[in-house]
């Protein structure tokens, strides 16, 4: 197991905790935006960015929240919904990264969960350039609103078929979406994924998504 190295994040205005995972030679890094009321800690995120790491695919899970936000939004609830302002939290996090020596160079991706997957769309959109390619886990996608007909990265959908309301969202969004596409439904599983397999089957998906489109040797159209 690659043992992630603990970095900060430095943006305007707020510093943010996070996990880097780079295996040696890797090409790609994955950022990682979590869900409703979760964090860089979760341990679905940390567990596929550990299979990430296995397979050649760095990646960067960071809090969106700094701690007073995070504190605030326990209280509230109202952050976590925010989806303009978890996206341009986002957006900051991509374009930090494009600035840092050591990751400036490698092909991005997102996996968004739950609400971060609405952030995560909205941020390939407003930098289609930046952003090669998008995973979506039980993600909200629907709340990425009319960022979505501007979607360019290829973009997975991963939903329990046993999370009836995300999955009939996911499928509204599936034809919506006007990039290259794929809506995946995890048999037997529900929002979280906890059921026996069904997490791992999460993985392999990524895996293979982000696989075919960061570390191809050339862009695939989308």
Not at 85 to 112: H, K, N, S, T, W
Not at 127 to 133: G, I, M, P
Not at 164 to 193: D, K, M, S, W, Y
Request: net charge negative; aromatic share 4%.
């Amino acid at each position: 197991m690659l043992e992630p190295q603990s970095r900060s994040i430095d943006l305007p205005g707020v510093e943010l905790s996070a996990d880097l995972r780079l295996p040696a030679n890797t090409r790609a890094l994955v950022i990682f935006a979590h869900g409703s009321g979760s964090g860089r800690t979760s341990p679905r995120n940390q567990y596929i960015a550990d299979v990430l790491a296995r397979r050649g695919l760095g990646s960067l899970l960071f809090d969106l929240l700094s701690e007073s936000e995070q504190r605030m939004d326990n209280l509230t609830g109202e952050l976590r919904f925010d989806i303009s302002f978890l996206a341009r939290r986002l957006i900051q996090v991509i374009d930090r990264a494009g600035r840092d020596p050591e990751l400036r160079a490698l092909r991005i991706g997102l996996f968004g969960a739950s609400t971060g997957a609405a952030a995560a769309l909205v941020a390939a959109a407003d930098r289609a350039d930046a952003v090669a390619a998008v995973v979506s886990r039980g993600g909200r996608t629907d709340l990425a609103g009319a960022a979505l007909v501007r979607v360019k990265a290829p973009t997975l959908q991963i939903v329990g078929a046993q999370d009836p309301l995300v999955l009939g969202l996911n499928e509204q969004i599936h034809r919506v979406l006007r990039c290259e596409q794929a809506l995946e439904v995890v048999a037997g599983a529900t929002h979280l994924f906890e059921e026996p397999g069904t997490l791992e089957e999460v993985a392999r998906l990524t895996g293979d998504w982000f696989e075919k489109y960061l570390l191809a040797s050339s862009p695939s159209a989308g």
